[in-house]
């Protein structure tokens, strides 16, 4: 992957109204449904805690839980396969698939499978692949990508989509939500049928009895595991929790965190093979044991993925997923990209963040995100030396805040010379290197007297 | 009227479910009842799922569903009173179709099965366990400008009759 340029993507998407509007309308959208289903959950603050726990507990002991949800999902019937990276992931889903001369796939939305990058791997392989999840089905049909966890789909108006189903699949055209809703519904409904696999991520792995689940609002995930006689489920290895006694305190804190609902619509709960059928569940590592080997960046394969982290940050709510240019986006999402797609191509990211601390506040499993973004700025400047105009800033600042002669003089000349860069008693405009401060923000210009003189004069007159 | 059913009721119409309270007596007329009143004349089920004879009178029963068919009925194995969820255990996938392929699930449930929460669910259910899936209200997208339809893949509409 190549580096991403997070400031040249907020210029672009600062640019555009349609999406700035659609993102902070999602966003609010969300945080006053949660706002709401929340106080009818008085334990809410408990479920988090207990939440939290069974997830340290994993962390703590992660192959132990690794091992035995494998030989419980074994013993299911499941076939279960571990990728260490995701080629491998890949090779194994594509074995499988040829095995049973795949050629096409109907698909539940899966962050992993993005993660991956599978649709275009599958399409050189001659598979077809069709996204299933409403918001999925749109961005793969207009060959975009995902602008949010929850709704991927949510940069785009009712007339683009309505267009491009017109122009893509020759739809009636219609700006109706409903009548292009039901239009992608019967357009899928054929293709569930025909369909030689079916493939989902899982949001859970339960250890003590090998299950796994997958929640979703629209049955597309129902459709998708039931309809075709082959099931692939792609997943990452972190999505264990250590028992099914465990199972309600999470499916309690998800949806409020996420959409705000009390809970979704379908929530499935997979144990068994069933009659006829296959069920593969491949564990991708992908760089997830390396996340559990630093002391720092571990706590966040504790995240459930409701995007909860997202809604609140103030960054996202002005600019959505796309500025952050990988598939995981929001305050986790640079987190997750810093540690899977590595330094080189993530190293903007740790800065797209206020550390206001909302998204730690918000997190279900109470994440410390922003203490975690701190610690990757620290490393991003100690790999990086950090901007020079920065690192001469800050070696000026200390010259003159350590000097007080040198103190005393600089800032009567900086006092004198700022008349020129002055105006309605703000500082709007810099020179030079300082013109990367000014061009976000206003600074107020130094006072004719400095705190030393104003002390003396005081001290003098009493 | 049991505290937990209350319960239940009040979380099922949160989620846009339509809610009939009847003796199992009265359950196949006030099914028949609502079915000619949707002018219902097929419906699909898998009778081995459901514990209650049902007398549909002229109404046709498919057991293999068949685009088209408006209504899919299913007897629930327990309900959640917490979010209003409905409980279907199945050991094979084309357990799951009635409550998914049609555009009306009709759902039935003995009041009996009516538990508090999702913990009373796991610790009734014995292991090794079967596929369970929770259904909380008809399915539904909010994917085009946040604007809720109902209906996305599965069916449009939940009916609920709890049998007491
Ligand atoms: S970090 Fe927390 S709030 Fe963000 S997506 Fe993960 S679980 Fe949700």
């Known amino acids: 992957m190549e580096r991403i340029d997070f400031y040249e993507n907020a210029r672009r998407i600062l640019a555009n109204p349609v999406i700035v509007n659609a993102v902070q309308k999602a966003t609010s959208h969300a945080l006053a449904k949660r706002l709401d289903t929340i106080s009818r959950i008085p334990d809410f603050e408990s479920l988090r805690d207990k939440a939290r726990a069974a997830k340290e507990e994993i962390i703590s002991n992660f192959e132990d839980f690794l091992e035995k949800f494998k030989k419980n999902a074994t013993r299911n019937g499941f076939i279960v396969h571990e990728a260490k990276d995701a080629k491998e992931a890949k090779d194994i889903v594509y074995e499988i698939f040829s095995n049973h001369n795949v050629k096409t796939v109907v698909s539940s939305k899966s962050m992993t499978q993005e993660e991956i990058e599978i649709n275009p791997f599958l399409e050189s392989k001659g598979i077809v692949k069709y996204e299933t999840d409403l918001g999925e089905f749109i961005i793969q049909t207009a060959k975009q990508k995902p602008s949010h966890i929850t709704a991927p789909a949510i940069h785009m108006t009712r007339k683009e989509i309505a267009q491009l189903f017109h122009d893509k699949l020759g739809m009636e055209y219609t700006e109706d939500p409903e009548e292009i809703t039901y239009f992608a519904r019967q357009f899928l409904r054929e293709k569930y049928f025909k369909a030689d696999a079916g493939m989902s991520g899982a949001n859970f792995l339960i250890a003590d009895t090998g299950s796994f689940v997958v929640v979703e609002n629209e049955g597309n995930a129902r459709m998708s595991t039931t309809l075709p006689k082959l099931h692939v489920a792609v997943t990452g290895i972190e999505k264990l929790i250590p028992s099914i006694k465990d199972f309600p305190n999470f499916i309690k804190i998800l949806a409020p965190s996420s959409t705000g609902q009390h809970q979704t619509v379908y929530t499935n709960i997979f144990s068994t093979v069933g009659r006829g059928r296959e069920v593969h569940i491949v564990l991708i590592d992908n760089g997830r044991r390396k996340m559990l080997a630093d002391p720092v960046l571990r706590e966040a394969l504790m995240c459930i993925r409701c995007g909860g982290c997202s809604n609140v940050c103030p960054i996202f709510q002005l600019l959505g997923g796309h500025a952050y240019g990988s598939v995981y986006s929001g305050p986790i999402g640079i987190i997750w990209t810093y540690a899977i797609f590595g330094h080189s191509v993530a190293r903007d990211l740790p800065f797209a963040s206020t550390l206001c601390g909302a998204c730690h506040e918000i997190c279900p499993v109470r994440i410390n995100i922003p203490k975690i973004l701190l610690h990757l700025r620290h490393r991003v400047v100690e790999k990086e030396g950090g901007p020079f105009a920065e690192r001469l800033l800050v070696e000026l600042w200390e010259k003159v805040m350590t000097h007080p002669t040198v103190n005393k003089f600089g800032f009567r000349i900086a006092s004198k010379a700022q008349v020129f860069f002055e105006r309605d008693r703000k500082i709007r405009c810099l020179p030079w290197i300082l013109s990367r401060w000014t061009e976000w923000k206003d600074i107020d210009p130094i006072p004719g007297k400095s705190f030393r003189e104003l002390w003396k004069e005081r001290q003098k007159n009493s | ?164």
């Open chain 2, 1 to 164: 009227m049991e505290r937990k059913t209350e319960k239940f009721i009040e979380e099922l119409k949160r989620v846009d479910a339509l809610v009939f309270l009847v003796s199992r007596r009265e359950l196949s007329k006030k099914l028949k009842e609502f079915l000619d009143d949707r002018r219902v004349k097929e419906v699909y089920l898998k009778e081995e799922g459901i514990s209650f004879s049902l007398d549909l009178g002229d109404i046709k029963i498919y057991t293999e569903f068949k685009e088209g068919i408006p209504v899919g009925i299913t007897e629930e194995n327990f309900g959640v009173a917490y979010s209003g969820g409905l409980v279907e255990l199945a050991k094979n996938a084309e357990d799951k179709l009635p409550s998914l392929l049609p555009d009306i699930h009709v759902a039935l449930i003995r009041e009996e099965n009516i538990v508090d929460d999702f913990s009373d669910v796991f610790e009734r259910i014995e292991k090794p366990l079967p596929d369970i899936t929770f259904v909380v209200g008809p399915s539904k997208t909010a994917d085009i400008e946040k604007i809720l339809v109902k209906g996305a893949h599965g069916p449009r509409e939940l009916v609920v009759f709890i049998v007491r």
